[in-house]
């Protein structure tokens, strides 16, 4: 069976008092979860102390970018090794604020993946089409494209030691989710892709969805046969609700 996984996208948001209450409370709250991976990935201010205080509990860490260089003059950038110092499992990549407003491109989407894996840190590869995309009918083909970057550089079983996150850019903030249908054709035509190539490697892929997945719409979003669990913005800074979003996976 494989995995699933929620995972807390907390954006540019939180200080530390604020982080300290919400961990306690999610820490709390999810300890009872079995089969089920819960994480948060935090600005890289705060990932020491978010490192202190969720080691020892089942809750994971990451971060929500990455350089695709190892180490050089690259003024204000953080590389892979820097998160693995501080025992991050998860990084974010491509995400689409990444893309849209800091103009990263699938090249090096795909370059910051391959950084990833080779410092031992599990990539979560963020895809999604824009609403003019999805209006026009190219929702496929843009999928398709920004996975096909990474498998052309890391190789399909790459993603084996990879989580994908399906996030159509009109559902993030919006509060306009997909539907479970809608989104489940889009998780299955990613796996579908992929099982094309190596069909264990995608039977065995965690593919997430994000965008606005809220307490009262992820248990019926993860109760689809292609959705694995969810990557939550803005609901992963509420407590109560980030905790019923992670329950809602084993329903
Ligand atoms: P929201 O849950 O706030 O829509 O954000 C989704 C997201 O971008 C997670 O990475």
């Not at 996975?147 to 993603?159: P, R």
Request: with cysteine; charged share 15%; proline share 3%.
């Amino acid at each position: 069976m494989r995995k699933k996984l929620v995972a807390g996208n907390w954006k540019m948001h939180g200080n530390l008092a604020e982080n300290n209450k919400l961990l306690d409370a999610v820490v709390a709250g999810v300890s009872g979860l079995r089969d089920a991976s819960v994480a948060v990935c935090v600005p890289y201010p705060y990932i020491p102390s978010v490192q202190v205080k969720l080691s020892d509990t089942n809750v994971s860490w990451g971060g929500q970018n990455v350089s695709q260089y190892d180490k050089g003059a690259y003024t204000g950038e953080v590389s892979t090794t820097m998160l693995k110092d501080f025992c991050c499992t998860y990084v974010i990549v491509g995400h689409s604020e990444r893309r849209t407003i800091f103009n990263e491109n699938n090249k090096i989407v795909a370059e910051k993946y391959v950084a990833a894996q080779n410092a031992g840190l599990i990539p979560i590869l963020c895809v999604g089409e824009t609403l003019e995309q999805r209006e026009a009918g190219t929702t496929e083909q843009i999928i398709e494209e920004q996975i096909n970057a990474v498998v052309s550089l890391a190789g399909v079983d790459s993603l084996s030691k990879a989580v994908v996150a399906y996030e159509p850019i009109w559902a993030i903030g919006t509060g306009k989710t997909a539907s479970p249908q809608q989104a489940q054709e889009v998780h299955a035509f990613i796996r579908k892709g992929i099982a094309a190539q190596n069909a264990s490697v995608a039977e065995n892929l965690t593919i997430q969805y994000g965008g606005s997945v809220k307490a009262n719409n992820a248990a019926e979003l993860f109760a689809m046969p292609d959705i694995d669990g969810g990557l939550i913005g803005g609901a992963s800074l509420i407590s109560g609700d980030f905790i019923t979003i992670c329950h809602a996976l084993q329903n």
